[in-house]
């Protein structure tokens, strides 16, 4: 089992080369590649360029260089605004994401589902219309061999401006969601974080999904309406349940830190410091998920 952690435009503050060896110095043993830029919905400015696939390609030979691979990635966000020509843009950069992550040798990509709708009231609505977008990107993942994961996700009530649940939030969805794609190279990708506020149990969330289903994790706290990104153990989530639940389930994936709001504020001379905290932390959580298999075999 892995531990990796996403870049998370790090690369925007010490490159990427210097990125990843501060990673590996800190005890990851991979790293989630992080290719949405700023604004989120625009790929990384790294591989915004024509050269995008000799980038890939360099990039890839350091990684192999110093023995920390890329095990799975995270596209631009956003789909479907109902802008065509905009909609168009955006499933270039998705699938462009696709191809930079595989020449990087993740097992997969997450990329959002469709949810520029309020979910209520609009939920088979979105189904549908997520059935064409992932349907559309799929001969691109057999194309490069790599999987698209889902996500959970949420959405704030357009009046109130709480936390209310959206695409895959509930654990039913999510299972359906990897049933109606009906692919090798479709599964989902459980968020910790986004499962606390919606309400769901994670426990719940990773029994109904199921191993052959759940391939990938975003680890983070969260506050009760607040989806803040940062250290487990910090804020509210309680991350026994997690453990337990994947262990339950024999979990076959990596344990992936999505957590850059523990970093990114601090002086650029506390990232090492900050960073083998978190490492040490998702080699802790392989330890607990494998004591506990153990403990139940």
Same mark, same amino acid.
């Given at each position: 089992?892995?531990?990796?952690?996403?870049?998370?435009?790090?690369?925007?503050?010490?490159?990427?080369?210097?990125?990843?060896?501060?990673?590996?110095? %800190?005890?990851?043993?991979?790293?989630?590649?992080?290719?949405? *830029?700023? &604004?989120?919905? !625009?790929?990384? #400015?790294? @591989?915004? /360029?024509?050269?995008?696939?000799?980038? %890939?390609?360099?990039?890839?030979?350091?990684?192999?260089?110093? *023995?920390? &691979?890329?095990? !799975?990635?995270? #596209?631009? @966000?956003? /789909?479907?605004?109902?802008?065509?020509?905009?909609?168009?843009?955006?499933?270039?950069?998705?699938?462009?994401?696709?191809?930079?992550?595989?020449?990087?040798?993740?097992?997969?990509?997450?990329?959002?589902?469709?949810?520029?709708?309020?979910?209520?009231?609009?939920?088979?609505?979105?189904?549908?219309?997520?059935?064409?977008?992932?349907?559309?990107?799929?001969?691109?993942?057999?194309?490069?061999?790599?999987?698209?994961?889902?996500?959970?996700?949420?959405?704030?009530?357009?009046?109130?401006?709480?936390?209310?649940?959206?695409?895959?939030?509930?654990?039913?969805?999510?299972?359906?969601?990897?049933?109606?794609?009906?692919?090798?190279?479709?599964?989902?990708?459980?968020?910790?974080?986004?499962?606390?506020?919606?309400?769901?149990?994670?426990?719940?969330?990773?029994?109904?999904?199921?191993?052959?289903?759940?391939?990938?994790?975003?680890?983070?706290?969260?506050?009760?309406?607040?989806?803040?990104?940062?250290?487990?153990?910090?804020?509210?989530?309680?991350?026994?349940?997690?453990?337990?639940?994947?262990?339950?389930?024999?979990?076959?994936?990596?344990?992936?830190?999505?957590?850059?709001?523990?970093?990114?504020?601090?002086?650029?001379?506390?990232?090492?410091?900050?960073?083998?905290?978190?490492?040490?932390?998702?080699?802790?959580?392989?330890?607990?998920?494998?004591?506990?298999?153990?403990?139940?075999?």
């Amino acid at each position: 089992m892995l531990v990796s952690a996403a870049t998370d435009n790090m690369e925007l503050k010490f490159g990427f080369e210097a990125t990843l060896d501060m990673m590996k110095a %800190a005890g990851f043993t991979a790293f989630d590649l992080s290719l949405f *830029g700023k &604004p989120a919905d !625009q790929i990384s #400015a790294y @591989f915004s /360029g024509d050269d995008y696939l000799e980038k %890939a390609k360099a990039l890839r030979a350091y990684t192999d260089k110093i *023995g920390l &691979p890329c095990n !799975q990635a995270h #596209a631009p @966000f956003g /789909g479907n605004n109902g802008n065509v020509p905009k909609d168009s843009e955006m499933f270039g950069r998705l699938v462009r994401s696709i191809e930079v992550a595989s020449v990087l040798g993740a097992k997969g990509i997450v990329i959002h589902p469709l949810q520029h709708l309020a979910y209520m009231g609009n939920a088979e609505y979105l189904k549908a219309e997520n059935k064409r977008f992932y349907s559309d990107l799929l001969p691109y993942a057999e194309k490069f061999g790599i999987i698209i994961y889902t996500e959970n996700m949420w959405q704030r009530n357009r009046n109130s401006e709480a936390i209310v649940q959206s695409v895959c939030a509930e654990a039913g969805e999510m299972r359906d969601y990897v049933d109606m794609m009906n692919s090798p190279y479709f599964k989902t990708l459980l968020d910790i974080g986004h499962a606390y506020l919606t309400g769901e149990t994670i426990t719940n969330m990773v029994k109904t999904t199921g191993r052959d289903r759940l391939f990938g994790l975003h680890i983070h706290d969260v506050e009760k309406n607040w989806d803040v990104h940062t250290l487990p153990y910090t804020r509210s989530v309680k991350f026994e349940e997690m453990i337990e639940a994947l262990a339950e389930i024999d979990y076959q994936g990596d344990i992936t830190f999505e957590a850059g709001a523990f970093h990114n504020r601090l002086p650029l001379e506390l990232y090492p410091s900050a960073l083998r905290l978190m490492a040490d932390m998702g080699h802790y959580f392989v330890k607990q998920i494998e004591l506990k298999k153990n403990i139940e075999n």
